[in-house]
Structure formats: structure tokens, C-alpha cells
């Protein structure tokens, strides 16, 4: 399971958004041969890549939020931590700014930020993609914030196949699995809303959409082949430093809900390359018996029928409190010894 949000933001207008004809003169020209027809469908923002970045660096300092990965402007890394460094939010922004002074009151088509961030339970890579130039009907910051469980972190030198025998020891039965799945839930959630308002407030927005759906990843081949897709792959597995260790139990996710006959509700299962396969809502569906929780049919071959079980189901590739049962994973086995097993769902 990969916890996952998506933010977009619309800045207020009197703060960001002006629309402008072009002012070169074959621009000029051909603005008015076409009557202005791609103004439109598209919204042209007139603010700079520094004045942006102004704006969101103020937004993650005061989510403390100060650990940046990477920084790229229109498909240029200006930043990328290579080596795993805390607290370079500042560093980044600087060097950016150096960088960019001479062509500060240009603009630019894309900027796109990946960040990380820790609370000790969930480790989160918070992706900012901001576009200038935009449809009518989409918000121009989009902000996609994933989370992984720490607790299932993979120990050092540990195989996916050898850590999908450790987890399958967590679970006695789907209670066990619900509560613990449920837990971190609720965190993500927390972190997420409050990181909304934080971009709410700091932006000035006037309008504001969040979506929470966590994500369940449906491996068919061996995780070697799959560390190859990298640029498609789900952000988690796309090769940040430290992440394949973080990341790797959700390449068993989905085999230990199969075997656990988990009622899988309101997530969506994606593929290697994050398209979403399918989306269930919160009628949910036995994921013991489900054609797409069964490692042994490829993509093609699931039955799509599983939809009409699936609640508000989509098909477009596009608090639970603690209590005796819930699993201490202090131990070096990481708890209980209940011999649930990952069913084959870790792509091996």
C-alpha cells in the first residue's frame, strides 16, 4: 500500500494571474490570424519561476517541511540531493536563485519540486508540479504527496522475496491487517489536510481540491525488472535515495491482502507504469477472490467485472484507536508469528 493524496491549487488572481496578449510582433500576428483561439482553452500565468518559488518555499517552512530532493525548471534539475542530505530546502532555493537571477523576470513553463519528510511513522515524497500555461479546467499547482510505513521498512541487504516471508508473519487474520492499515490511514490523513491549509493559507488560494486514495501496486514481474521503469513507476519506486528500502513492501502489498481475503475498500490498484487499473470505492470487494488481486492473470486477462463489485468503481487509466491486538514491531521478527504469507504478490 502506498498512501497517497493529490492537491491542486488555484492562486487568486489579483496575486498571480494576468492574461496578456503576446507582445513580439509575429506573436502579435498570429494572435490575431487565430482570434486568440488558444487563449481559450489555456491560461497563461505571468509569474516568474523566483516569485513561485517564493510562495511555496514559505508554504513548506512553516509545514516544517525543509528536506528537498530535487528542483527542475522546465525539465532542468537546477537541485538534486543525491546523497540523501537533511535540511537543504535553503541550499536549493539559493542556488536557484543564483542561477536564475539574470533571467529572474523571465517565465517559465514548468517547475516541479520533489520533496521528503518524516513524522517517525510515515515517510512522505511530496511532488510540486506548477505549470504556467494550463487548460481552462485545470488548477495550475498540482501537488502529489505519497507516504510509506516505516515500520515495514526493509532491513538492510533484505530481499523482496525474503521480506515478503518476514511480513507475512505480521498479520493473524484481516483484523490485524484492517487495524494497522487503518492507523496509518488516519496519520496520512492528518498530514495531508493539515498540508493543505498550510498551502491554503500561504498561497492565497481560490480554490482548493484534495483527494485521498491510497494506492495498492500490482507487480507481474521480478522487482530487478521493475527497478528499470523508473520515470513511469509509481514516485516511491522511482529511485530516491533510501527508497527502495522504504518502499519495497508494497511490492507484497496486494498478495498479502489475496491471502488475507482483506475487503479491500476505497483504493485504487495501479500497475508498474502508475496507471490506475482499477478504482474501488467503498462498497469494496473480497480481495481473496477478485480477479485483479490474482498474481497469476496478467493485466490483460483480469476480468474487468470485478468493477460492477467495486462500488463507485473507475477503470480510466488515468480511526481505528490501538488496542491488545494491535502488532508491536519492536522485535527483530517484527512481532507476532501468525505465518500469513504474501500469496506470490511481490513479483518474484
Known sequence: MILNSKISLQPKQEVLIERKAPTKMFAKLLHSLTSGLTSEKEKHQTFTAISML???????????????????????????????????????????????????GTLFNDLYLVLEHDDGQLRYLIEIDIQRVHKVDELPIKINVSGVIKALEAKSGETPEQLSQRLGQLFCNSQDFDKFTNRNRLIFDRFTQSLEQQFRMSIRCEDVKLETKPQVLRVKESHSSFANKRKSAPTVHQGYPGWDGFAMYSLCWMGMMSSLNVQAQDMDVISESSEVLLSIGEEGIDAGSAAIFDMNLDDQKFERADASFAGSADNSSGDTDSSSSWLDFGGDDGGSSCGSSCGGGCGS
Open 54 to 104: 517564493q510562495e511555496i518555499n514559505i508554504a513548506l517552512r512553516q509545514a516544517n517541511i525543509n528536506n528537498i530532493v530535487r528542483l527542475a525548471k522546465d525539465g532542468n534539475d537546477f537541485y538534486y540531493d543525491a546523497h540523501g542530505r537533511d535540511n537543504d530546502l535553503a541550499e536549493a532555493m539559493k542556488e536557484f536563485k543564483i542561477n536564475t537571477d539574470a533571467l529572474s
